[in-house]
């Protein structure tokens, strides 16, 4: 990952921020990353909305859930509608699997760490792109609506065309790679589509979570152990939160729509192969055609 030094913004500590007023959906908030981002918006005055599967956060002050199972085209679309778009603030994507070792496909006939990882929020994007942030007050207008995609952007992925459902042949790597690079597609094909808000992708490096869980097996040995490895040599969810806060409401950030930050916060290059913009339109035209093809 190569480091774009033409973009900056100043870290600030986060607990110095207040976040009163602010409105914030964090898809995937309820587990592993996007829970500590929740939490740790929250915890400043921000009111979360997190959409998941299992809420472990009952209670806790601002944090309302929004239940969904978002392996399911129709559970976006239906989220997306459920959601304040036109009121929101910030929304962030942190939804996500790893590929199984053999093919699993959902009850929509799509491949699931495609659904999951990267389709649903295209399903969501689109829903809220339009209604992003249209009726906010005065005060909190001045930044527009931003949203942030985590994934594992300007890694150089670009994604293999022509069979994104894996129905010819499966190997899990291609398939998450296929999500990471749809993923980065996403921020800058949204920075273009939806002016009036700013997107961003979000690399977060390696960190200890449950995301690796599908390819090991969850509660397995290969998995505690792969985890326990990546916990002793990098930070823990809420550190990363503590360091991400800052950025997700920075206002040094505004005129950057389409930028990518890596796990220090510092932006990144995206994926030099990225820069085709008639390779992003392939991607998304196949990756709607699944889509529609979920309709049934
Ligand atoms: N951790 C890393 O090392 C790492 C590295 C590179 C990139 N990333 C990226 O960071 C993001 C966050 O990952 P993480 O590490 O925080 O993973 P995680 O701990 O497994 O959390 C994933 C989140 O996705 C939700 N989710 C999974 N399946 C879902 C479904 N069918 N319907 C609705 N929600 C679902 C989970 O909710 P429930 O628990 O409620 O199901 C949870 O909130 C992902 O985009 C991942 O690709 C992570």
Redesign the pocket.
């Known amino acids: 990952m190569k480091k774009d030094r033409s973009i900056t913004w100043q870290h600030v500590d986060a607990a110095s921020l207040d976040l009163k007023g602010w409105k914030v959906a964090v898809?995937?908030?309820?587990?592993?990353?996007?829970?500590?981002l929740s939490k740790s918006l929250a915890a400043r005055g921000a009111s979360v909305t997190?959409?998941?599967?299992?809420?472990?956060d009952a209670g806790a002050p601002g944090i309302d859930f929004e239940k969904?199972?978002?392996?399911?085209m129709h559970?976006a679309r239906r989220v997306a509608k459920a959601l304040p778009a036109e009121q929101l603030d910030l929304v962030v994507?942190?939804?996500?699997?790893?590929a199984a070792p053999r093919r699993q496909e959902t009850a929509e006939g799509i491949e699931r760490d495609m659904?999951?990882?990267y389709l649903?929020r295209l399903v969501l994007l689109r829903e809220l792109g339009p209604r992003l942030g249209k009726d906010r007050p005065m005060e909190r207008a001045k930044l527009k609506p931003r949203v942030f995609v985590?994934?594992?952007p300007g890694t150089g992925q670009a994604g293999t065309l022509g069979d994104l459902n894996a129905d010819k042949s499966y190997s899990a790597m291609t398939v998450h790679m296929n999500?990471?690079a749809g993923?980065e597609m996403l921020v800058l094909d949204a920075a273009k589509r939806y002016p009036h808000a700013t997107f961003f992708g979000?690399?977060?490096?390696?960190?200890?979570?449950?995301?690796?869980?599908n390819f090991f097996g969850k509660d397995s040995f290969k998995s505690r152990f792969m985890e326990s490895v990546?916990g002793i040599f990098?930070p823990s969810?809420e550190a990363y939160a503590e360091r991400i806060t800052p950025l997700l409401v920075s206002p040094d950030i505004e005129a950057h729509s389409g930028a990518m930050f890596n796990q220090k916060g510092f932006a990144i290059e995206p994926s030099p192969k990225l820069a085709d913009s008639a390779h992003i339109s392939k991607f998304l035209a196949e990756s709607e055609a699944l889509v529609v093809r979920a309709r049934g």
């Not at 969904?68 to 399911?72: E, F, I, N, P, Y």
């Not at 994507?93 to 790893?98: H, W």
Request: charged share 15%; aromatic share 8%; hydrophobic share 40%.
């Open positions: 898809v995937g908030g309820t587990g592993g990353l996007g829970r500590a997190v959409v998941g599967q299992t809420f472990r969904a199972d978002l392996s399911l559970e994507f942190t939804t996500g699997i790893f659904a999951v990882s649903s985590m994934g594992f999500t990471v993923n979000l690399n977060p490096g390696l960190i200890k979570t449950n995301i690796r869980d990546i990098t969810p």
